[in-house]
């Protein structure tokens, strides 16, 4: 099992630029979550999905963030445009079902200057 | 959401048993309790989770108080690689039995050569 996968590892972008980060989660897995990490706010949930359906996307920041998830085995968060703020690693994570263990990813480190 | 309460930072020696506390006096009755850790900046990690009764794996135990307001992660052996932030949190379930894990601020523990 690859675990769940993230890509891009780091991503570098300078402000007003659209950004797109990736997850494929574990096959089989039910659940996804989006999570943000900084110094200042720690580990925030920005939306997670149940079988593809966007459940609760109340931690989501503003406008310029949207996520989505064509099917079971991708999902995307964009941010358009990107701002210095948004600087932060991002996280996804999967469970199989509802209480299941949540699996992360290794997490998307982006840097907006 | 129920709240939870952790200091900040411990420390201990290797091959000691390390003993994170954790306070949860809100906690409902159908609510779980989960920790995980975040090793340096890497994605958090899944250690252990209970309702009522004491558990046990192959990482850790968790001893959970008769009322269920507090608890406590034990990892009986520390090494030097158990140092990480941990972070104890109480799964917030909804009706559909979808749930979100929602972090708080962490323990910080140091194993100490």
């Known amino acids: 099992d690859a675990g769940v996968i993230q890509s891009p590892r780091h991503e570098v972008t300078e402000m007003g630029q659209e950004v797109t980060l990736r997850c494929k989660p574990i096959?089989?897995?039910?659940?996804l979550f989006w999570y943000r990490q900084t110094m200042m706010r720690g580990l925030e949930l920005l939306i997670y999905f149940n079988n593809n359906v966007p459940i609760d996307d109340s931690g989501m920041p503003e406008d310029r963030f949207s996520a989505k998830m064509p099917n079971a085995s991708f999902s995307t968060l964009k941010i358009q445009p990107s701002e210095p703020r948004d600087s932060a690693v991002y996280f996804c994570a999967s469970s199989p079902r509802a209480g299941g263990r949540v699996h992360f990813g290794p997490g998307t480190r982006l840097t907006v200057t | 959401d129920a709240k939870t309460t952790q200091p900040p930072s411990m420390d201990c020696a290797e091959g000691r048993a390390a003993n994170l506390p954790c306070n949860h006096s809100?906690?409902?009755?159908?609510?779980?309790v989960y920790w995980y850790r975040q090793i340096h900046s890497q994605g958090p990690q899944y250690i252990i989770h209970?309702?009522?009764n004491n558990e046990t794996n192959e990482m850790a135990s968790l001893i959970i108080t008769e009322d269920r307001k507090s608890s406590t992660l034990i990892l009986p052996h520390a090494t030097l690689r158990d140092t990480a932030v941990y972070y104890c949190?109480?799964?917030?379930?909804?009706?559909?039995?979808?749930?979100?894990?929602?972090f708080g601020s962490g323990t910080r523990l140091l194993v100490r050569p």
């Open positions: 949190i109480v799964r917030v379930a909804y009706g559909d039995s979808s749930y979100k894990l929602i």
């Open positions: 809100t906690i409902s009755g159908n609510e779980y």
């Open positions: 209970g309702l009522k």
């Open positions: 096959s089989g897995h039910d659940y």
